[in-house]
């Protein structure tokens, strides 16, 4: 009886230690399930109003601006202008030494007084010769020496009435006078240098309205078009939102491989200045219904099959799983890739790791 007794206490041990094992590996293969269950970043595949607007840096600039210089080289005898000066259409900014210049218009003047002597003596000689002609007194050799005289001297003397224009021309060339009212926001030289003909001298801003240049990238430059409404934002002037609108749109890329944007404040304030750096909101989009469908740039992996995505489907409370699913794309929007076949509107798409995910692989969503 104690011997059963004791068979029977033996089996109820090992019924025990059985029932732990058989808990403790139940254990161990769910925490190896909650292991596997990889963490996955994901969107959701919208139509491509869905990112409305993105902001671009921009300097501030006059409606006007105008770089000075003289047609003709040489040393600078007067700079009438200083940094901030307004000054008032037509007026002297600037004047080189022109004493040569001078000389040689006085040259060109005396040349052309001397031609009009002469071509009035060979007038004078005509008519005379004509006279005696018409009374035979004189040869027909005689009359055409005398016509071909006054052809001769009325020849010379337009050539210098040219030259003397051309001398008065280059006087003009060594000033420089303010094509339009406005402000002087640079002076580049000093009296007593030497420049370059074209060589800028003095910048100057004019006009009241006020614009903002920003460089677009090529993602979004196909999206905008002259006339769109957009904001604009001063880091000096902040809580103000000024409303403008597009006014020019590059063609070509140009040094910093952006696309040149103008847009015009519709009514600027006069706090704003040249110079002042801000921002310029553009918005994307129609709203429409028929707007494709767009899925991120990073959603996107590519092997010798073509392009595909990972759709995360049967999602319940933060899990869902993962499929492999090959898609056509179409060219690259500002949100990201036009979906051209394989997406529908909604879909949850993984963004990360998209080469360690596997077909059937299940997920914890995590928020971009």
Request: glycine share 8%; proline share 4%; net charge negative.
């Amino acid at each position: 009886m104690k011997r059963d007794t004791m068979l029977n206490r033996n089996f109820e041990a090992a019924g025990f230690f059985l029932s732990a094992m058989g808990l403790w590996v139940g254990c161990s293969g769910e925490s190896k399930v909650a292991e596997s269950i990889r963490p996955v970043k994901y969107a959701e595949v919208r139509p491509a109003s869905a990112v409305q607007s993105q902001r671009f840096a921009g300097t501030a600039k006059a409606s006007i601006e105008a770089r000075l210089s003289f047609r003709a080289g040489g040393l600078i005898e007067l700079i009438g202008v200083k940094v901030g000066d307004q000054v008032k259409e037509g007026q002297r900014i600037a004047m080189l030494d022109n004493r040569d210049a001078v000389l040689a218009y006085e040259q060109a003047r005396a040349a052309l007084e001397n031609a009009r002597v002469q071509k009035a003596n060979a007038q004078s000689s005509l008519i005379r010769v004509r006279q005696l002609y018409q009374a035979n007194n004189v040869s027909l050799a005689e009359y055409e020496q005398a016509k071909n005289g006054f052809a001769s001297a009325t020849s010379s003397y337009q050539s210098a009435q040219k030259s003397l224009d051309l001398q008065k021309r280059q006087l003009e060339y060594n000033e420089i006078y303010a094509p339009v009212t406005g402000i002087v926001t640079a002076v580049h030289n000093e009296v007593n240098e030497v420049v370059q003909a074209g060589a800028p001298l003095v910048e100057l801003s004019a006009g009241e309205d006020i614009e903002m240049e920003v460089g677009m990238p090529e993602g979004y430059i196909a999206q905008i078009q002259t006339g769109d409404p957009v904001r604009v934002r001063f880091s000096a002037l902040p809580g103000l939102d000024f409303a403008a609108q597009v006014r020019e749109i590059a063609y070509a890329l140009d040094a910093s491989s952006t696309y040149p944007v103008i847009v015009q404040l519709d009514a600027p304030d006069p706090a704003i200045r040249p110079g002042m750096a801000g921002e310029v909101e553009f918005r994307f989009g129609t709203g429409e219904p028929s707007d494709p469908l767009v899925v991120p740039v990073k959603a996107v992996g590519e092997d010798a099959n073509g392009q595909y995505v990972f759709v995360i489907d049967e999602v319940t409370k933060g899990l869902g799983t993962v499929h492999r699913r090959p898609i056509r794309i179409g060219k690259l929007l500002a949100d990201g890739f036009v979906v051209e076949e394989g997406l529908a509107d909604r879909e949850l798409v993984a963004t990360a790791g998209l080469r360690s995910l596997l077909n059937g692989m299940k997920v914890r969503l995590l928020e971009e």
